[in-house]
């Protein structure tokens, strides 16, 4: 088992470091949704992209805006879920 | 050339209307002819800050519904050579006034100042609309909080969609000793966030409190510390570069001990 060194002296971080992690956060979140069109547009994008890849099942397609932890485990940081089926590799890969 | 500038902040109680006060008094004593606008109808406040309560006899509403000329709703400050303010209604609602009535009047001001400003009511709704549909700029008011941040960063966006480009902040109610010791967000924390241009940083100062129970804007008060960061942004208002002030008071022995041995500084 791991010690939380910082912990054990009484060192957490900071209140105001936890307030600016949480406004990031929250501010993601906020920015997306003021323009409900904002997650489509970025979809079409991915899509134009990707199909020069490869054939995707559009309709199928989701994609959404979430948190996840840092690779540190230390904080949570945002995360762009997207789940895209796919249909078929193309070959020239173009 | 005359600017209308909206002052806002979407979270209520931020200072708002204290700013307004200050500010507008501020570019009064600097000797441009200013006209402050309460558009906080139903919750009028402005008059009281400014300790002109007494002299209210026509308002906002009167004017635009054409109960008398805009001149009649003109209370000049008899302390300020060129300051005048139109107070809101109080006995009725955000409806009663529409934006194309406020840019009407605004473009009837501008003939005659050199500035006008607006206080504009917390939210988001019918109030805000009408207060920033004549604005040339804004100022955005927050404290170092995360709410305010938060509303902040929301009425920022509505100013961009409705075209009041290039909006300025203004944090309000800092205090260096809790950034000090970590349990307040820095200015450079705020500006990080919301990505904006600052156009000034006010203390948290007794003084305000006093000046607001007495009707007498801070900023006339050479002492007190909110006053002269007031002044600052009126300066800067005018296009003038001035450096922020740091706020930082000196340290107690006890506290540079503490910091010396890692301590968190209480
Ligand atoms: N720098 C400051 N230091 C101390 N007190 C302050 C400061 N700025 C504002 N205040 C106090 O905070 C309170 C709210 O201020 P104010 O009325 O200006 O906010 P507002 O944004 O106009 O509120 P509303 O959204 O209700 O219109 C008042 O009591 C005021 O005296
Ligand atoms: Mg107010």
């Known amino acids: 088992m791991l010690l939380d060194l910082r912990k054990i002296f009484g060192r957490s971080k900071s209140s105001k470091d936890v307030a600016k992690e949480r406004l990031k956060l929250v501010l993601i979140h906020d920015r997306a949704n003021v323009s409900p069109q904002f997650l489509e547009m970025l979809k079409s994008e991915i899509i134009k992209v990707i199909t020069n890849y490869m054939d995707v099942d559009e309709s199928a397609l989701e994609i959404q805006l979430t948190k996840t932890r840092s690779d540190d485990g230390q904080s949570v940081v945002p995360a762009l879920y997207a789940n895209i089926p796919i249909k078929n590799i193309r070959k020239s890969g173009k | 050339m005359s600017e209308v500038i909206v002052i806002t902040s979407g979270k209520g109680g931020v200072g708002k209307t204290t700013s307004t006060a200050n500010i507008g008094t501020g570019l009064a004593l600097s000797g441009s002819k200013t006209v402050l606008i309460d558009t906080d109808i139903g919750l009028r406040n402005l008059d009281v800050v400014m300790g002109l309560e007494n ?37 009725r609602d ?10 009407r009047l605004c473009d009837e001001l501008r003939e005659e100042f050199d500035y006008v400003l607006i206080d504009c009511p917390a939210g988001i709704e019918q109030g805000f609309r009408n207060a920033i549909a004549a604005a040339d700029r804004a100022i955005v008011v927050t404290t ?11 009425i920022i966006g509505l100013l961009e969609a409705n075209e009041v480009r290039n909006p300025k902040l203004l944090i309000n109610r800092l205090r260096a000793d809790m950034v ?3 349990d307040m967000m820095s200015i450079d924390d705020i500006i990080d966030i919301l990505a904006i241009g600052l156009i000034g940083v006010i203390p948290d100062d007794e003084k305000i409190v006093v000046s607001t129970n007495r009707g007498e804007p801070a900023i006339c008060d050479s002492k007190s510390l909110a006053g002269q960061a007031f002044r600052n942004v009126v300066r800067r208002i005018k296009g003038e570069e001035v450096p922020f002030m740091s706020f930082s008071e000196d340290q107690g022995f006890v506290m540079k001990l503490k910091k010396l041995f890692g301590l968190k500084a209480n």
């Open chain 2, 55 to 91: 002299r209210i006899v026509y308002d906002l509403v009167d004017v635009v519904e054409g109960n008398c000329r805009v001149k009649q709703a003109l209370i000049k400050d008899k302390r300020f050579d060129g300051l005048y303010l139109i107070p809101a209604a109080q006995t």
């Open chain 2, 94 to 103: 955000k409806t009663a006034v529409k934006p194309e009535q406020m840019i």
């Open chain 2, 144 to 154: 170092p909080e995360v709410s305010a941040v938060r509303d902040a960063d929301r």
């Open chain 2, 180 to 182: 000090k010791r970590g």
